[in-house]
């Protein structure tokens, strides 16, 4: 029986199977890994509602083999005069016939609650445990629920048919930036802001650009709906005088201005002279073109919005 000295958090996800390869490019670049069974343990605190894909996470206070070894420990919880809640997560890592269904669920969050000592409230509580089953461990610790921040950001004064989706755009930026801490980032053709308001939104200190005037002036009014603080500045890529770690790179395809072989090419040698990693949003394969500019893949997916299918890529 553990009581944890050191972080760990567990994760659970729920996405469509459209939208699995970008789930996972978005999971190993926050932990360096992927699963398939839509649960994972880690070291790395990252707030759920980041991700479009995580639905919650478990703070580790207490793990175990069994779940006795739980109950032994939540004896020594006392919540005082604060109501509380368990909730025992109904995704984990267990094959047939061991999974824990609802009925199960039920009985155990039952029994955790029974010995904690202070008032149950399922409906309205003051604090909220969480528990699950990881690689056939038990564990117990402070519930936190996923919010859907990227869903209130769907609406925009301004928008575009080919845009990014908002959940897209937030995985986008979480690939480019899974740690914000003392990171700069650029979107060198940001359009009318749908990355940049995702980026801006979870903290991420990211500028936004682009050669369109119009663009422009909808990217700073889409930033400003939302109450956010960001800076749009006019002008080609080739400007760009500043360094940056990380550029973000949806590469221009609609009616108005679809980039040319030879300005794709020019687009990223640009970034590659001001940026040391760069993620590329694409509709066509640009593997050679990549590599002509200097770097190296490595890492990708595909994702799809009706007819389109984008490849996105990490290049370093």
């Known amino acids: 029986m553990i009581e944890h000295n050191n972080p760990a958090f567990i994760y659970t996800y729920a996405y469509s199977k459209e939208e699995q390869s970008l789930c996972h490019l978005e999971m190993r670049s926050f932990f360096g890994k992927d699963t398939d069974d839509n649960i994972i343990k880690s070291s790395k605190n990252i707030d759920p509602s980041r991700s479009p894909f995580i639905r919650e996470r478990i703070d580790v206070v207490y793990e175990g083999e069994t779940l006795q070894d739980i109950l032994d420990q939540v004896k020594e919880i006392k919540m005082g005069d604060q109501t509380f809640k368990v909730i025992f997560s109904k995704i984990n890592d267990r094959k047939a016939p061991y999974t824990i269904e609802y009925q199960e669920r039920r009985e155990i969050e039952r029994a955790v609650g029974w010995v904690i000592e202070g008032e149950a409230d399922v409906h309205h509580p003051d604090h909220i445990f969480g528990m699950a089953t990881v690689d056939n461990r038990w564990y117990f610790g402070h519930y936190r629920k996923s919010e859907a921040v990227w869903l209130k950001h769907t609406k925009k004064p301004r928008e575009y048919s080919t845009a990014l989706s908002t959940r897209v755009a937030r995985a986008v930026a979480n690939i480019a930036v899974p740690d914000s801490q003392g990171v700069t980032s650029i979107d060198p053709c940001c359009g009318i802001g749908t990355v940049l308001v995702e980026a801006l939104s979870m903290g991420i200190n990211m500028e936004g650009r682009d050669i369109n005037p119009l663009v422009v002036q909808g990217s700073r009014e889409n930033i400003e709906h939302f109450h956010l603080q960001g800076t749009v500045t006019l002008g080609p890529i080739s400007d760009v005088m500043e360094c940056y770690d990380v550029a973000v790179i949806d590469m221009p395809y609609n009616l108005y201005t679809h980039a040319t072989p030879g300005d794709q090419l020019s687009i990223l040698k640009h970034a590659r002279r ?26 990708r997916c595909e994702t799809q919005k009706g007819y389109f299918t984008r490849e996105i890529l990490v290049c370093e």
């Open 274 to 299: 001001f940026a040391k990693k760069v993620v590329v949003i694409t509709i066509e394969t640009m593997d050679t073109m990549v590599e002509e500019a200097g770097f190296c893949i490595t890492d």
